[in-house]
């Protein structure tokens, strides 16, 4: 039908346009790569802005990837994954909404399955476990855990201390 139609292309035209958003972002930090970096400043942009969900260093907490072996990514390849996270994903950093048949509805990623119950761990680090029954549905959200805009609070110089850090943690 034409409504359905009208649906994909606005739809697509959405992924092009964020992908179009994300790419330049990524091609405007660039420079971060080639700039000096301190990493004393970048630890504490750490602390501020990543670890509610990476722990570094006994600093943070651990929600999102284990980061200790960063530095052999290399660094472009890390500055990808901190500015287009939903680039690619592992299938265990994904969101997921977990709705229950009392209209809670539980966001996270799931830190653990049995055949009973399954276990949230939300943004703040705390984990909940519902039970199987009590679930209404489970949804991935098709993104990972990690948002994106981190832009809006780093710009590429604070970016190039950020990666100084990550660089210098063996």
Known sequence: SSAASDVYKRQAKLFIDRRASRSAVVAHYQSSLTLKGNDQRG???FREHCSTCHQLE???NEVGAELKGIRQRGLASVLLNILDPNREVKPEYLAYAVITKDDRTLTGMIAAETA???TVRQIDATSVTIQRTAIREVRSLGM???PEGLEFNID?????????YLNSIN
């Open 43 to 45: 630890k504490e942009l």
């Open 58 to 60: 006994g600093v943070g």
């Open 116 to 118: 009973n119950s399954i």
């Open 144 to 146: 990972s855990f990690m």
């Open 156 to 164: 590429p110089q604070a970016m190039a201390d950020l990666l100084a």
